[in-house]
């Protein structure tokens, strides 16, 4: 076994989708709303490949670039 991180992967679609204006988006509230499986071996990543209108606090994830333009054009923050 290497030491490669591998990612669950989930879009900035399914979270504009699934939360409220001002919620945050950690591990545990995406395990909460099924939008991860429960795997400790993998890192949560959001992708930015949607738009986002909701203005969300995003910690403890990994964001990509886009992502993170997005979360925060939308009002929202990231947090590492």
Partial sequence: GGSSLRFQVVALGAI???FSPNEVVSPGSLLAKRLIRQDKRFKIKILGN?????ALTVEGCAVSKNAKIRIEKAGGTVKP
């Fill in 16 to 18: 504009e989708r699934g």
């Fill in 50 to 54: 949607d738009d986002i209108k909701k």
